[in-house]
T-cell receptor
Framework: DAKTTQPTSMDCAEGRAANLPCNHSTISGNEYVYWYRQIHSQGPQYIIHGLKNNETNEMASLIITEDRKSSTLILPHATLRDTAVYYCIVRGETGANNLFFGTGTRLTVIP | NAGVMQNPRHLVRRRGQEARLRCSPMKGHSHVYWYRQLPEEGLKFMVYLQKENIIDESGMPKERFSAEFPKEGPSILRIQQVVRGDSAAYFC????????????FGQGTRLTVV
């Protein structure tokens, strides 16, 4: 099931950009990259997703490399409330009915 | 528009009892997914239901676990004869169609088996 690799943990200073990497070297052409986060055992929260182009919304930016084997989630100005576990997930548009969450990256925003 | 509502938020059961976890999807959502999260682990898919139908139960344990999503009322995840290993957080998500980009998760039910 594990199609993605993420660092176990990262720290980021408050107000700075948080850049969370994800490797998905076996991604296939019709698979999307999704990012979710889970704040302190709450329900997961959808952040952003993309196929090949970079994406931006009110929460974050997603940068996908040209070969699509890796991506980076960028939180432009991290706040203490962004401390959470961030999950990078690969899923086909019409593929599995489930999301495989893995263990994610635990981001700690430091004051 | 209320979010996905799960209740109870916390549930304590003795070994051998039954646990019933309820999930009310967001208004207009007819697709429900159940996930289980053991301590210090990621969420694991259990089952995907549409109204009155189980679409995918590939993640459900073969025994003691069942799920339903009736025409009226919430989705129910039922665990019979609970054991200590069932202690976990159970999350449900709902979406208007088979598209996770518009899926929202509830706050979960934390089941503790004593």
């Amino acid at each position: 099931d594990a199609k993605t690799t993420q660092p176990t943990s990262m720290d980021c200073a408050e107000g700075r950009a948080a850049n969370l990497p994800c490797n998905h070297s076996t991604i296939s052409g019709n698979e999307y990259v999704y990012w979710y986060r889970q704040i302190h055992s709450q329900g997961p929260q959808y952040i952003i997703h993309g196929l090949k182009n970079n994406e931006t919304n009110e929460m974050a930016s997603l940068i996908i490399t040209e070969d699509r084997k890796s991506s980076t989630l960028i939180l432009p100005h991290a706040t203490l409330r962004d401390t959470a576990v961030y999950y990078c997930i690969v899923r086909g548009e019409t593929g599995a009915n489930n999301l495989f969450f893995g263990t994610g990256t635990r981001l700690t925003v430091i004051p | 528009n209320a979010g996905v509502m799960q209740n109870p938020r916390h549930l304590v059961r003795r070994r051998g009892q039954e646990a019933r976890l309820r999930c009310s999807p967001m208004k207009g959502h007819s697709h429900v997914y159940w996930y289980r999260q053991l301590p210090e682990e990621g969420l694991k898919f259990m089952v995907y239901l549409q109204k009155e139908n189980i679409i995918d139960e590939s993640g459900m344990p073969k025994e003691r676990f069942s799920a339903e999503f009736p025409k009226e009322g919430p989705s129910i995840l039922r665990i019979q004869q609970v054991v200590r290993g069932d202690s976990a957080a159970y999350f449900c998500a709902s979406s208007p169609d088979r598209d996770y980009t518009e899926a929202f998760f509830g706050q979960g039910t934390r089941l503790t088996v004593v």
